[in-house]
């Protein structure tokens, strides 16, 4: 085949295809797509190899017979991609070919690395910016490097979802996740990580403020060595201790158990603290931020605990006044991603909530209630001291001499 009809079938296996995205014309419309840095229906075997920012659906497969050096040379310029990206079934050895990349826009569909049997390493080592519905790196049997070390923000314009689910899922034997790189998923805002399915790294040196398996708080243990720690990477277990709050964990930012396999893990429990009173972790606070997308305004939120469980937070038999504390549930519930919660005594926030309002409102109707009786009381005492002063005038004067 000569070079000609090779670039063809490569621009039709890159190009558009029927199945990631019936007609993207109108979202490149709506992107103010260069239509010289469009790759449509209309112009598939043309590749604007130029281009820094290119409007296209990218659908690389097996069909695709160009070599890891002609990719990187069709791609070199490219920084921003506006539009699906899928790279399929390939027996490419990396991801290099697309290491300039920096941005990926791709409305509501989805960003997908799969079965690429030979492939050892991600490569997208600029990628910092990605707007979609889902990003799945699975069943590249021999991927151990993701490299995905300067991703920075996760958005999605879908209109179904407001949070971008991250998918890592049968790689190499060999892979592991590194502590670094499980740090910058936990900080971007809207990355759903419940589907990360990985062990973590063995740590390569000791390090005071990260701890890597779970940890059990009880009775006996030295709570000062906890006063440094900023990051466990596995599950935080308190139980049978006598302490009245949390101080001791001031400093701890992140939970993050993870595992390969499909068992749910609770992140944090809480129970059997007779005296605790106090849950609150000052360093899990999360602030919320509204920032402005192409569609609308979306509240971002950011992972401290992260979880694969519905209530993956377990507080119980803990002091009873904790069941009216709505504020310190609220706290560790906004620690997770946004559609998981907490519970104590198997009670939801909102519950809490409702207890805590009510026992305010008890409260305020006993006092207006304790009120009236001393109003009551103290009218009556004044009624009976002024009968007696009354009575007593009557009598000086009925008594009194006459001069």
């Excluded at 707007?131 to 923000?153: F, H, P, V, W, Y």
């Excluded at 360093?283 to 401290?304: A, D, E, G, T, Y």
């Excluded at 694969?308 to 906004?334: P, R, T």
Aim: a neutral charge; hydrophobic letters at 40%.
């Amino acid at each position: 085949m000569n070079a000609v009809g090779s670039w063809l079938i490569v621009m039709i296996s890159i190009a558009l295809v029927h199945s990631v995205r019936v007609d993207s014309s109108l979202f490149f419309k709506k992107k103010r797509c260069d239509p010289k840095c469009t790759v449509t229906q209309s112009n598939f075997t043309d590749f604007p190899s130029e281009c820094q920012t290119v409007c296209a659906d990218i659908y690389i497969d097996e069909n695709c017979d160009l070599s890891e050096n002609q990719l990187t040379s069709l791609f070199k310029n490219m920084k921003h991609l506006i539009g699906s990206l899928v790279v399929n079934g390939t027996k490419l050895t990396s991801g290099k070919f697309l290491a300039g990349l920096e941005t990926i826009v791709t409305d509501h569909y989805d960003i997908v690395w799969t079965n690429n049997h030979e492939m050892v390493e991600l490569g997208l080592s600029n990628l910092s910016v990605i707007d979609c519905r889902r990003l799945e790196i699975s069943k590249n049997s021999k991927m151990a490097d993701l490299g995905l070390l300067n991703l920075q923000t996760a958005l999605s314009s879908s209109n179904t979802a407001s949070y971008v689910w991250l998918e890592i899922y049968k790689l190499s034997d060999n892979f592991c996740m590194p502590f670094d790189q499980m740090e910058i998923f936990l900080t971007i805002h809207n990355l759903n990580l419940a589907y990360v399915k990985a062990n973590y790294c063995e740590p390569t040196k000791s390090d005071d403020a990260r701890i890597h398996g779970d940890v059990i708080i009880n009775s006996n243990s030295n709570f000062d060595n906890m006063k440094s720690v900023k990051a466990i990477f596995g599950s935080l277990i308190i139980n049978g201790t006598d302490l009245e709050n949390l101080d001791f964990l001031k400093s701890l930012k992140y939970i993050a158990p993870l595992e390969s396999t499909d068992d749910e893990i609770k992140s944090l429990i809480i129970c059997n603290n007779p005296n605790l009173i106090n849950i609150m972790l000052p360093s899990l606070k999360v602030k919320h931020f509204l920032i402005s997308s192409s569609q609308s305004l979306q509240l971002l939120h950011r992972n401290r605990i992260r979880t694969d469980k519905f209530f993956a937070i377990q507080i119980s038999g803990n002091n009873e006044e904790l069941m009216y504390d709505s504020k310190s549930c609220y706290q560790l519930q906004n620690s997770l991603h946004k559609i998981y919660r907490a519970s104590i005594n198997g009670n939801s926030c909102e519950a809490i909530e409702y207890k805590e309002k009510r026992r305010i409102m008890e409260w305020k109707a006993a006092m207006v209630k304790d009120f009236s009786f001393i109003v009551i009381g103290m009218s009556l005492v004044g009624m009976i001291l002024l009968t007696c002063i009354v009575f007593w005038l009557k009598r000086y004067r009925t008594v009194r001499p006459v001069k």
